[in-house]
């Protein structure tokens, strides 16, 4: 490990403009002429349109134009798709209704668009749009997903009868069933996974600007995917054709899933620039980003699980309904089925899995992928009835986790999924030793002694990461293949660019790329450059998320840095005038091994560009792309503790310690790593105790729709954490990494709440896990 | 959202079902009232600027009796508009019981509010509520000449059972809205029916 190379804990690069203020986000472009976008969006759940009067609005000071969805239709921009087929168990594909991107007929959830108004300042903007006078007659409206499947539940779409998009299943349910049948003990739960809003930092924002001169069109845009946005806008909406369309996402300031997605504010920025032949930019305010941005989660599980006389596992059953919101978001198909049910025999052997899905349309904000996207709702179902097992079976949670851990690998389980390496005992001693789990009987005595109720929770998680082998995805129904480019431009001095199609929203791929470049040929990281986020520099891309951008973008990268090695070795052993085999390259140095001839790694660069002396037939120059498609999904795996201590008075949780031990595989900077467990942490306690998202049952208005009703976790709602890492290498990838940008929102859930259901003796209780229903739960045990 | 009320009314049961027919009272009682027309004998049209948290907005309402039963009591309903802050609809069934020389007027509203009123607002709803409400018993008691506090006990409590679905709870809170304040036997029909009015064009 070299000062900067892999396993180093080098200082991020961009934290040095992200903490002095000069980063670059969207909002901070500014083009000439520039001219400010203010949405009319429905104030209703489930409305038609009666009439739209914009005349007031069209006289007011800087207003520009008024553009509606009638318009839009016209111009022929197309509606917004889920890319991703799933077909329910009758072989019926799913049943998805018309998403227009300004509604010009019904309105399907508060927050929806329904006009724009395009003025000379942001607040002529929005006071033009709050003069728009739109009248709706009122249709009744269903929030929850279970109620929207009734018989007489107001319905959404004609495409989608009785709100069902699909009913799909993954497993032997007959196998299950005769399991659990015969089994010695069977545990059920009901298990709800609340609703998120995912509250990134930046809010979302696009500049679109089109240029009459070459028909062309850019937009700059809060994106995860550049590439992606500018597929599917070009390919599905018609926007601009895609050879005439930049998309460029500049600094993204977090996203969480939420950023993958291509809204309508984008689209009609760009239709509207061309249309009013200004730059248009719109900026969500708070607001919008919690009506508007994709929520996550949602899910209600019926599951069950079955044990045989010697406590081991012999079925799972789960029944899940998964609310939709109002539209189907761009990947939303994928969340609750191939990103969850795949990953429900978790980290154990169970012989026979059976999951049925039913998704379901409501008059909500549209739900999509949010950190984890599936994996979390998975875990949070298989550690609370495992945990829940082990409280009925009466033994050691630790030990009935133990006794049916997956042992050998590859393993196959009952429901796709192959797992590759792992090593679940480990993490689980790892977790233990730090929490002194042995030492808990003591200190729940001593809390008892206050008056007070300790508690402690594990959750063993499992996660599928590195997004993905494109032609196993194809199989499933993904629209995309899910591999990634690289670029790798050594410039004639030595430095060097690299081009990637991923892109950072704060996991630091600035920093951790350009170390994997000073592994492979010393130079220093400040000699790297990371160029992302814009579609006319970089090769076509797939973008961040699943945390993908390790395992998959950097396994690109190899592949690219390969290339350039290889070159670079035949330069120089023509100018050594020694065996390419014998060149070796470090520390900035191109050597012949075992000698002392040697030449800088800028020399053989520069003679790659001058040219003046290269072997015979090689072409000038030193700069190689690639294309890396994973082979298999990574399997991150770890264990989590979480030790809560519960005032009974008012049913306020502290934790006491948090405990991670995670398997990411080979780790490239440990700092960046850990940080990211951080984050997920927070996140993930956030759900538990904190975040949830809450809509009136009958009127579909969302209740929690600033922070004054929405809590995110602060600082002191967090203890510090005890995050280490445990290493199985993985097989899949070149660099033996798994990935980890999710890990802690997956894993942490699960801990937390069966840590408050172990101080206060309950079974029974929902996240979010406020003071309120924490006493409740409490008085009602 | 769910409100239950119960106000004992120190006079009959004719003078308070008279009282709730006179807008001219109501209007100057009702906190932000600009205007209370009464457009026919079921139908009452109002202009209400209120402000909830950080929503302050003028509500346009439209306000519709039905079911009358004189003395015993009528279902009222009723929607308010307020622009860009959004809005607020519902009904209540109130009912006129004799006690004695008493009334006891007891009301279930049921309503719902929409768009920034329910995105920023919905927390502040019920406490809102009871600030606006005592500050109609006052302007109810100044109009008959009465001080705030001169009697106490005549309305012994009122019940303000709130669903707050935003966090699935129920809360239970005891209001003891407008202890003291009186100016006389018709006021009180006057400050049930305002307090009817506020809950279904304003606040919930």
């Given at each position: ?24 986000y969207t909002d901070d472009m500014t083009v000439p002429g520039m001219c400010h976008a203010a949405f009319v969006r429905s104030p209703h759940a489930h409305a038609k349109i009666t009439s739209i009067d914009a005349s007031v609005a069209e006289g007011m000071p800087g207003v520009i134009g008024f553009l509606n969805g009638q318009q839009l239709q016209g111009d022929g921009i197309g509606n917004l798709i889920c890319g991703w087929m799933i077909h329910s168990k009758d072989g019926s594909p799913m049943n998805m209704g018309a998403w227009p991107a300004l509604a010009s007929e019904t309105v399907r959830y508060v927050g929806q668009a329904i006009a724009v108004v ?664 | ?204």
């Amino acid at each position: 490990m070299g000062v900067e190379g892999i396993g180093a804990r080098v200082l991020r690069k961009e934290d040095k403009r992200f903490i002095t203020g000069r980063g670059r986000y969207t909002d901070d472009m500014t083009v000439p002429g520039m001219c400010h976008a203010a949405f009319v969006r429905s104030p209703h759940a489930h409305a038609k349109i009666t009439s739209i009067d914009a005349s007031v609005a069209e006289g007011m000071p800087g207003v520009i134009g008024f553009l509606n969805g009638q318009q839009l239709q016209g111009d022929g921009i197309g509606n917004l798709i889920c890319g991703w087929m799933i077909h329910s168990k009758d072989g019926s594909p799913m049943n998805m209704g018309a998403w227009p991107a300004l509604a010009s007929e019904t309105v399907r959830y508060v927050g929806q668009a329904i006009a724009v108004v395009v003025a000379e300042t942001r607040a002529q903007a929005r006071d033009a749009a709050d003069a728009i006078v739109v009248e709706f007659e009122e249709l009744d409206a269903v929030a929850d997903a279970v109620s929207a499947l009734k018989d007489g539940a107001p319905q959404l779409h004609p495409e989608a009868p009785g709100n069902l998009i699909y009913d799909w299943e993954i497993g032997d349910s007959s196998a299950v069933d005769a399991a659990i049948a015969s089994a010695a003990h069977v545990t059920k739960m009901e298990i709800v996974n609340n609703r998120l809003v995912p509250n990134a930092m930046e809010p979302r924002a696009a500049l679109g600007v089109y240029d009459p001169a070459d028909e062309h069109y850019t937009v700059w845009t809060t994106s995860q995917n550049p590439h992606v946005a500018r597929l599917v806008m070009s390919a599905f909406y018609n926007v601009a054709p895609e050879h005439k369309l930049r998309v460029i996402a500049p600094d993204v300031g977090g996203g969480f899933g939420s950023k993958i997605y291509i809204y309508p504010e984008e689209i009609v920025c760009l239709w509207a620039s061309k249309r009013t032949g200004v730059p248009v930019k719109w900026v969500a305010d708070r607001t919008e980003a919690f009506l508007t941005d994709a929520h996550g989660r949602d899910h209600v599980s019926h599951v069950e699980m079955a044990f045989d006389a010697d406590n081991r596992m012999t079925a799972l059953k789960v029944d899940t309904v998964a609310n939709f919101g109002a539209y189907m978001s761009l990947f939303s198909s994928s969340v609750p089925t191939y990103l969850y049910a795949t990953l429900l025999s978790g980290q154990y052997v169970i012989p026979a899995i059976h999951c049925n899905v039913k998704a379901v349309y409501t008059n909500t904000t549209p739900v999509d992928a949010y950190r984890g996207a599936g994996r979390p709702e998975a875990t949070y179902v298989l550690e609370r009835i495992v945990e829940t097992a082990a409280r009925e079976l009466g033994v050691s949670p630790a030990e009935l986790r133990r006794k049916n851990f997956i042992r050998e690998f590859p393993y196959q389980t009952p429901v796709i999924m192959a797992y590759d390496a792992g090593d679940y005992e480990v993490s689980l001693e790892a977790a233990m030793a730090a929490a002194d789990w042995n030492g808990f009987a003591d200190r729940r005595a001593e809390a008892e002694s206050r008056g007070k109720k300790r508690g402690i929770g594990m959750s063993c998680y499992i996660e599928a990461c590195g997004i993905a082998p494109s032609q196993a995805v194809g199989s499933l129904g993904a629209g995309v293949g899910l591999w990634e480019s690289a670029e790798v431009r050594v410039n004639p001095v030595g430095t060097v660019e690299i081009l990637t199609g991923s892109h950072s929203h704060g996991q630091g791929h600035e920093t951790t790329f350009a170390q994997l470049v000073n592994e492979r040929f010393g130079l220093p990281v400040d000699n790297v450059q990371i160029v992302h986020g814009d579609t006319d520099k970089v090769q076509f891309g797939m973008g961040t998320y699943g945390s993908r951008s390790g395992a998959v973008g950097m396994s690109a990268i190899v592949k690219a840095l390969d290339k350039v090695e290889s070159k670079a070795k035949k330069i120089a052993a023509h100018l050594l005038e020694a065996s390419e085999g014998d060149i070796v390259i470090e520390n900035g140095e191109v050597k012949v091994a075992g000698t002392d001839r040697k030449l800088g790694w800028h020399e053989v660069c520069l003679a790659a560009y001058t040219a003046h002396n290269l072997p015979d037939g090689m072409e000038p120059g030193l700069k190689e792309g690639a294309f890396y498609d994973p082979t298999n999904f990574t399997f991150p795996a770890g264990c989590y503790i979480c030790e809560v201590e519960v005032d009974p008075d008012t049913g306020k949780t502290q934790i006491i310690q948090f405990v991670a031990a995670d398997d990411f595989g080979k780790i490239i900077n440990p700092m960046i790593v850990e940080g990211q467990v951080h984050g997920g942490l927070a996140q993930g306690i956030g759900q538990a105790m904190l975040e949830g998202c809450s809509y009136d049952k009958e009127s579909g208005q969302l209740m929690t729709a600033s922070y004054m009703d929405y809590t995110m976790p602060r600082a002191d709602d967090m203890p510090s954490f005890n995050v280490s890492t445990t290493e199985t290498i993985c097989p899949g990838n070149p660099l033996g990494m798994k990935g980890c940008g999710e890990a802690g929102a997956i894993g942490s859930p699960p801990a937390v709440i069966n840590a408050i259901t172990d101080a206060i003796g309950t079974n029974d209780l929902n996240m979010p896990a406020t003071p309120e229903k924490v006493w409740r739960a409490i008085h009602a045990a | 959202m769910d409100m239950t009320g119960e106000y004992r009314i120190p006079a009959r049961r004719e003078d308070v079902w008279e009282a709730m027919n006179d807008p001219e009272v109501l209007k100057k009682s009702i906190p932000g009232c600009q205007s209370l027309e009464k457009v026919s004998d079921t139908e009452m049209t109002a202009k209400v600027v209120s402000k909830i948290g950080p929503v302050k907005a003028t509500f346009n309402g439209h306000v519709t009796l039905s079911d009358i039963d004189p003395p015993k009591g009528y279902h009222i309903s009723g929607e308010g508009k307020g622009g860009v802050a959004g809005f607020a609809k519902g009904g209540a069934d109130v009912h006129l019981a004799e006690d004695g020389a008493e009334t006891v007027l007891t009301y279930e509203a049921k309503a719902q509010v929409g768009g920034k009123l329910a995105q920023l607002g919905s927390r502040m709803i019920d406490s809102t509520a009871k600030k606006m409400a005592d500050e109609f018993f006052a302007n109810i008691s100044e109009h008959f000449g009465g001080t705030p506090g001169e009697e106490e006990g005549v309305l012994e409590h009122a019940v303000h059972e709130m669903e707050d679905v935003a966090r699935d709870a129920e809360e239970k809170l005891e209001v003891a809205a407008g202890r003291g304040y009186l100016g006389g036997p018709i006021a009180w029909g006057f400050a049930a029916l305002g307090v009817l009015i506020l809950v279904i064009l304003i606040l919930s």
